[in-house]
Structures are given as C-alpha cells and as structure tokens.
C-alpha cells in the first residue's frame, strides 16, 4: 500500500514536480473539527480530523514514549486513545513539521522535506478527498462520493467490524493482522494472525512461519470458532502482540477483546493453548509440559532451558518399526485419560473398539488411537498438542497410546491402578472387621472360662477374690488351662474332705470337685 519517495541530486522524476508544486499551496485547517481533508489540504502534528460522531480521530501521533511521528487512528471515546491503525508503520518521520496531505494528483501523502510517503495509489482524474467514519474506516472518495480507496481493506494489527480477515484466490488478495514490533514501535512483528487457507476453518496465529495458536473450527451456527466464544458479543478485536518482557512474550498480551478501553480476554489464555508448545508427544499440564509415558525429552539441554519445543522421543523403539528385530514382543497400548485428544487425527470406518484397536496395532504409522461415540479415531506420526485437564473437568476425552511391549510390562494404566487400589482397599477393610469379630468372640469364651467361680462358699473372702482378678489380669495373656480361687477350689471339694478323695501321687492328693 504505502511507498516512501526520497528527492536528492541523483534522480529526478514526475513524482517530484507535484512534490514541489503541492509543497508550494499547502492550505491548512483552522481550528473548526472536521472528518473530511479536501484535495489541497492538509494537517500537521498539532491537528486532527474526527469523524461525524466524535468516535475515532486521525492525526501524528509517537507511542509510548517514541520521538517517531506515525500517522494514526485511534478511539477518541476511551481514557486512554487505542491505536488501531497505523499508516506509516514501515517508515517514521523524526521531524514535527510533518504534514498529511491529500496531492494534486489525488492520493493521500505524508510529506516531510524533500521526503514524501504515499499512503494511497490510486488513478484519479477528478477531485478526491479523505474522509474519516465512525466505523474507524478511511476512505478516498471523489467528487461523486464513489469510495477509490478504504484503509480496511489494508488492516494493521488490529481488527473493527467491517474489516475482512482471510483470503480471495481470485483476485489474490490476503487480509491479515500483524503485530506490532514494540509499544513504542508499530512496525511489523513476528506475529501474524491468517485464516487457514488450506480450508480448515480456522484462524491461526503464527510466529514467523511457525504455528503458535489456533482457534479451532468454525461451529454451530456460524458465529463462533469453538476457542472463542467470545466472538458472539459485538466487540473489536486488538491483536496487539508487541508488549515484550526480557524477550518473552507476555502472557497478558495477545488476541484482546477492547470494550472502553479495558482489556478482558484474550488468547492464548494459557502456555497450553499455544500450538505444539510441547513439541512431539509433549503434555501440557498446567503450563508445565511433560513427556507422555514411554517418552523422553529429546534434547534435555534445552528442556531444562524450558524450551520443550523439540518435543519428546520414544525410550523404546516399537516392534511394528523395528527392522533389526531386537523387540520381539508385540506393541501394546497404554490409556491416558482426561485429556484434550491430540490435533489432526483421522476417522476410520470401523465397526467396533476391537477392531479399530487392531487397525492401529497393524498400521505402523498409527501412534495411537480412541474410540468415542462408535467412532474410530486414528492418530499418524507425531502427536502433537496434548493437555492433561484437571479432574473436575467435564472436557476430558481418553485415548490409546502405542508403546514398545517392554515399557508397559509390570505396568498399568492410572485407571487401572486406582479400580485395583480400590479392590483391595475394601478386601482389607472387610477382613480386618472378620479378625476383630473373631478375636471378640474368642476372648469373650476365654474371660467366661477363666473368671469362673462357685459362690457357695461362706469361706470366699474379698481377699481372695482380689487376688484372683489380679492374678488374672497380670497373667491371662500366658494362661493355657483354668485358674481358680482357693475359696471356690475348697468349697468344691467340701474342704477337701477324705471321702472326695480320689488319689494321691507325686505332687500331692487328688480331690473331685
């Protein structure tokens, strides 16, 4: 869109003759506001155009604390002015006698010197002037109102209602957002915001060339993608990705949604939600990545750098692609559950669970595989953008990872292991009540046994009976046989009298009692 001329003793050219002549009848705004610069006009650093109902102004304006002049619209009805379009982002003028100007020969031009920078080309054989909306939209109409020009069709790094974002293969055209270079800089930035234009409905952030983010599909009834639901308010989105820390992107930075001013959503809201930020077979939990089961970091060096980018390789090779045949135990599959499904898989048609399972087993591209909703779902080579969601999350999928025989022998699955934990958690809880219910009953018997005694006896004395219990109590854990009082003994065998006398032998007389 733009293109910047420069006028030195070197070259000359019909570009430089209307320079001059347009430089020499410059006519200037009073103080009165208006939304329109006619054909002649112009306005300096110290003016502004507002359009008809005072909700967007255009003027120089230098961000942050920049000594660069970039011309600018910005919401005029915030506390704090949002830029959301920057015409000269690829040039700044240092100079504040800087002046935007509509030329003789119709396009709008920002002139500083001998230096002159064409916001518009456009052909024009009648008068043209610039007008500002309240959409936000710059326009070139001439004198019959026919618009030559608008600035939507050129969006910057920030997207109103009205604008385009995507592709026309026909007339080969792309609209996309790109972010700013700094808050003090509105040059382009790495990141870029595209439709997909291999058809997927998507829209996705990219990093240079690398992906970063996706919003996932266009669903429902057609008013959302499925990661922004957001999209059903009617809001202006600010893809303002340029606030940097220490050369990192800022987490708080990034697709906003801009209601006053204020910033309340955006994307990525988490380190997860960037695209492989966990690289192959990588984990998100939290926004910590992890290695699936069976997996190691492939260059630890970096991981501990926190750059998991490079993702994760297997321990093991798999036996399916084992051409030296060192693995013979088949493959097999471990369950990770409660997850969000890894990107990109494909549908089979299959007939059940088993057969889909054997499908994968048998194809050695196939990394894993899920079965939902009578559905078999297959994933080949890498698995990419994974994420382990929390356990009250109601999103949780389960899927089927292959693994190497070897890394699941003397293994289960966590759900697995939770069902057998609590197996034999309640085995061991009921049986312990079996062992204490026996125990009671036995000690009960044995306490009757051992406590027994006669009360026909006026001879028993409190003395004896105490000491009894006490013999008891010190010695009952040892006792084999029954222990009784001398009282009860002496009344049982009538004071052990000759005639229940049975015998006698080497410790002492036998009495019947």
């Known amino acids: 869109m733009g293109s910047m001329k420069i006028s030195d003793r070197r070259w000359w050219s019909v570009d430089l003759v209307f320079l001059l002549v347009s430089s020499c009848f410059h006519l200037e705004f009073g103080d009165a506001t208006t939304d329109t610069i006619l054909q002649g006009q112009s306005i300096t650093t110290s003016q502004t155009i507002i359009s008809a109902g005072g909700e967007f102004e255009l003027g120089f304006s230098s961000p942050g604390n920049s000594t660069k002049y970039y011309l600018g619209i910005w919401c005029k009805k915030v506390s704090e002015p949002t830029i959301v379009w920057v015409a000269n982002r690829d040039f700044s003028f240092s100079i504040s006698s800087v002046v935007l100007t509509v030329s003789a020969d119709g396009n709008l031009e920002v002139l500083e010197g001998k230096i002159f920078y064409k916001v518009t080309n456009i052909s024009s054989n009648k008068n043209t002037s610039a007008t500002l909306l309240d959409s936000g939209n710059l326009v070139l109409r001439n004198d019959n109102l026919s618009m030559l020009w608008q600035s939507f069709d050129y969006p910057k790094d920030t997207m109103l209602p009205g604008m385009k974002l995507g592709y026309d293969k026909r007339a080969g055209k792309t609209w996309s957002l790109v972010s700013w270079k700094s808050i003090e800089d509105p040059s382009p930035g790495v990141f870029s915001l595209e439709f997909d234009p291999k058809g997927t409905g998507q829209i996705f952030i990219l990093q240079g060339s690398t992906m970063y983010w996706a919003s996932g599909n266009w669903v429902g009834d057609g008013e959302v993608f499925s990661l922004i639901p957001e999209m059903r308010l009617n809001i202006m989105f600010n893809f303002n990705w340029c606030w940097m820390c220490q050369g990192r992107l800022s987490r708080r930075d990034g697709l906003k949604t ?87 898989p494909l549908t089979l048609p299959t007939t059940s669970a088993t057969q889909c399972k054997s499908t994968c087993l048998n194809n050695c591209s196939c990394s894993a595989y899920a079965y939902y909703r009578d559905k078999c779902i297959v994933w080949g080579g890498d698995l990419q953008n994974s994420q382990q969601l929390s356990d ?72 004896e009976l105490s000491e009894a219990n006490r013999l008891w109590r010190a010695e009952k854990k040892e006792v084999d046989l029954p222990v009784f009082s001398f009282a009860s003994v002496s009344a049982a065998t009538n004071n052990f009298s000759v005639e229940n006398k049975l015998g006698q032998g080497g410790f002492g007389p036998v009495y019947m009692g």
């Not at 125990?439 to 001879?459: A, I, M, V, Y």
Request: proline share 3%; hydrophobic share 35%.
């Open 258 to 344: 801009v209601i006053n001013g204020i910033h309340f959503w955006f994307q990525p809201r988490t380190q997860c939600e960037v695209y492989a930020y966990c690289g192959p077979f990588g984990i998100c939990h939290g926004d910590a990545c992890e290695c699936l089961q069976g997996f190691e970091p492939g260059s630890p060096k970096n991981w501990n750098l926190k750059d998991t980018s490079g993702g994760c390789g297997r321990k093991t090779v798999l036996q399916c692609g084992d051409t030296t045949h060192t693995n013979g135990k088949r493959d097999r599959f471990l369950l990770v559950s409660n997850v969000r499904l890894p990107d990109y």
């Open 392 to 463: 009250d999350s109601s999103n949780g999928q389960d899927f089927y990872l292959k693994l190497a025989a070897s890394e699941l022998n003397g293994k289960v699955s966590s759900s697995k292991w939770k069902v057998w934990l609590i197996v034999t958690l309640a085995i061991s809880v009921t049986l312990a009540f079996v062992i204490w219910g026996i125990w009671r009953r036995l000690r009960r018997k044995g306490e009757d046994l051992l406590l027994f005694d006669f009360s026909n006896s006026s001879e028993d004395t409190k003395y």
